[in-house]
């Protein structure tokens, strides 16, 4: 080696190469259990761990890692999830026994929801969107000590797939947002491959931590709930008319984009939507959000372009993502954020709904059924109205008895300012904010009525009256995505089970 | 709307929400040209921009960003590449007008290499590994101000594909990097797609601005230098000679992992490694690195499972990347990033490398050609000796009548410490650091020479002598990948031209 001079002008100070006596060796990132996972992280009383919702009901890392957070004693732990299913019903004895004191999620469906509202979670839990955690997170709002992410198959240097494994769940658009902003990242899978991993997701600068369990959840799990059209004639009947109002709209051209949930009428909305996209020869360019099935095979039938997809709702979708480049994973921040002035929610023409509840202004109500139980939160429901275009809710007039078309919702997840129109089983109202879209679906031989119509009819078809508000304590808190609140939800008596 | 309690007890303040009189519009990230990018960028004199090498050779977006730069006024940039190529000349102009004056890459050949030792920068160059630039970057050492990603496919919201348009470059692993920490991302493409772009490689969330032009290179560029494996005699001797330094090393078993560089006598190596692996049924688990259509050749004869890409070296591998998921994006910091302690560098069983020169104590530059001038640096050369569990130089005694292994290298790029053999068309050395590996050599009966042997018989067979080093103030600095200097570069008397 050359003699360095000691320094040198406009460089600054000058270390010489010496052969490193500790070169930082090659280290596996994998450790043996979830045990030493928390102990490498440094987790402390008070922290704030997440888990993302890939796996939906047939996730089995939220309760493995929480039972031994509190094996290992640890207390008043923060629960960020981006959603909490039935399956999580194991949370409660956690949050009942000091481990977790709050909890925060984009959705919350299940006995936890039932719970949180009988006041189980002793500070408020706060329910966002799921671009609002997106934003917290971007923010710093919403700090993630370690992210647990369920892994369906990683290498040990934690490179990670949704691809492959036994638990495979397609693309992994929730926690690729966490892992970019929390402190550690633990990746825990069930499928430890060679490394490198074949069909990376998440790539190895981001995670931490790699632990092997015996299994990550239960496949059959992921597609919970319906995720084909409903056939009955009532939902068809809904689908069909929304259809007519997506086309009579003008957003119907060629590079139409498009987003619908997962369940029969919107799935009945899609299939109408494409038939009179393949009766017209028009071609989309993408259908966005959570992917099924149904999407996949118009994306086959080539009506779109490609699938912005954050999530797999199904084994159809996994199997897509598995193989077909155009189905492309988004992250959640990608996906709905709402500070970016750009997530794919602002792209899409028209997106399909559902509702629990919708008032005379047109706000929605997808958080707490009638009496205040807490049975789901806005997930993206809320983002994709902010973001579409168009703004369709569909949904029956009553269900379970009772009215779907209120005065006023129980809960107010989505503000009526971002709703366009609601197609019911028995009529059509359009948002007294959208006089061209009226115009526009009138000139088309739609059948227009006013929203309070469509609540009088509601109220005589009801069968059941919702219980009276809550009057409890906030025992939860509605984030809109910019984190201003639109609702709180409160504490029900204990006597009460809600309706 | 509910009313709202002014406060909620452990949730901090709340805000009521209220629609937006002005919600975040959905905002295309298409500017009008790079002034209108350069303008949002509020770049000011002395700020550091920041360019890939991907186009290598074929690059226009360097030339083309600086000129606006220079046309705007700018002063005292520090232009951070990854790599200079003979195509980037103009930039000579721009440092000789003062519009640059400060300059660091990885690599650096042609005409600003030569101006560079001749003193060209005001500022000594600082010349980086590929992994060190990215732990410089991750530390905060280099900071970059903006971005400019040249994107071979982009939308308007800056999802950015380097498989499609007419510009094709595969893989983007160093602006991967860059892009994770630049404080505004640019993205400069000749193809405009609808969005989503179908095949995202850099997705939105890391792009500020998106700017169209007529073209960002010359396709026919990607692939300069041979990328092919050579068939003169000497060539494939040196290659057959490395190939059983390999098999003999013990590292040639199934999951065998591998990295060559793309000049004849590398791939001649992999060539020769390839069909013992095929002979012995043998299948290796990955080659990393940049990528050649060589190295698909082996991916897709089966020999090998994966190719872990942070650069496509030829149009063979872009197409190979365009459709074979087998065929991953590795990013700068992944590929070689020494503090991490587990880059893909670190995974590589065995790593071919070339030199300019060789020493004694086995020191390799590929920094310099004799009498000093700048023709290269390390890239990931550093890395992967460091990385890999075997490390061979291949090379001939002699290139145009110098010897090639000398007493002393002219510059220092890569530590002996880190080369296991170097192997000529006379003879195998081993670093004597090696002893268990020239007892296997010895064992399977390879002929093992001393590294002293070789640089005599090297000094015989060379028809010139190299000139004295030059002595000048110091140009360039040679950082190794933790950011220690191996060596600087210093000034040549203008009345020399090097060799």
Redesign the interface.
């Known amino acids: ?2 003699k ?2 000691r320094r ?4 600054g100070p ?7 006596t500790d ?7 994998r450790l043996d259990d979830l045990d030493a996972a928390i102990a490498a992280c440094e987790l402390s009383d008070g922290a704030t761990v997440s888990f993302h919702h890939h796996l939906r009901n047939g996730d089995a890392v939220l309760n493995m890692v929480l039972d031994r957070l509190a094996a290992r004693g640890l207390k008043d732990l923060h629960v960020a999830a981006t959603s909490i299913f039935p399956v999580h019903a194991p949370l409660i004895g956690h949050i009942r026994n000091g481990t977790v004191t709050r909890l925060s999620a984009n959705f919350i469906s299940g006995p936890v929801g039932e719970a949180i509202s009988h006041g189980l979670v ?3 839990v ?1 329910l966002r969107t799921h671009g609002g955690r997106a934003r917290a997170l971007d923010m710093g709002e919403l700090q993630i000590d370690v992210a647990f992410v369920a892994a369906p198959a990683a290498d040990e ?1 934690g490179n990670l797939s949704g691809r492959i494994g036994t638990t495979a769940c397609g693309t992994l658009g929730y926690p690729l947002t966490d892992v970019e902003v929390a402190r550690r990242v633990v990746a825990v899978t069930d499928t430890l491959v ?3 991993t ?3 997701d998440i ?3 981001k995670v931490d931590h790699v632990v092997a369990v015996d299994r990550i959840g239960d496949p059959s799990g992921i597609a919970s709930g319906t995720t084909t059209p409903a056939t009955d004639p009532v939902s068809t009947g809904i689908g069909d008319r929304a259809a007519a109002v997506i086309a009579a709209s003008g957003l119907l051209t060629d ?1 139409f984009s498009f987003q619908t949930g997962a369940g029969g009428i919107s799935l009945c909305t899609a299939a109408a939507v494409g038939r009179r996209m393949a009766d017209e020869g028009i071609t989309g ?2 259908c966005a959000g959570g992917i099924t099935g149904f999407h996949v095979d118009m994306l086959n039938a080539g009506l779109f ?2 699938l ?1 997809d954050v999530q797999c709702f199904d084994l159809e979708a996994v199997r897509s993502y598995q193989s077909d ?2 189905h ?1 994973m ?2 959640a ?2 996906y709905a954020a ?5 997530a ?1 929610v ?2 899409v023409d028209a997106v399909v709904l559902g509702a629990a509840e919708v008032d005379l202004t047109f ?1 929605v109500n997808v958080t707490t059924k009638a009496g205040g139980i807490v049975i789901g939160g806005s997930g993206g429901h809320a983002d994709t109205a ?2 579409a275009r168009l703004t369709l809710v569909t949904t029956r007039l009553t269900a379970a008895g009772f009215a779907k078309i209120v005065p ?1 919702v129980g809960t ?1 997840t989505t ?1 009526g ?1 971002t709703v366009d129109v609601v197609v019911t089983d028995h009529g059509i109202a359009v948002n007294p904010l959208r006089a061209d879209l009226a115009e526009r679906l009138h000139a088309a031989g739609l059948p227009i009525c006013g929203i309070d119509a469509l609540c009088d009819q509601a109220t005589r078809l009801a069968t059941r009256t919702a219980p009276p508000a809550a009057s409890g ?2 025992v939860a ?1 509605s984030e ?1 995505r ?7 939800i409160r504490q029900i008596a204990d006597n009460r089970t809600g309706a």
């Open positions: 080696m050359h360095l001079p040198i002008e406009d460089y000058l270390r010489a190469y010496a052969p490193a070169p930082a060796p090659c280290r596996s990132k002793p500070h408020p706060v240097m060679p490394f490198p074949p069909s990376i790539p190895q600068g590079g360019s993408f372009r490609g912005m480049p155009r492309q988004m992250s921040a990608t709402p500070h970016i002035g750009g794919v602002d792209r706000n902010a973001g006023q107010l503000p300012a304590r906030v808190v809109y910019d984190g201003s609140v639109t609702d709180v």
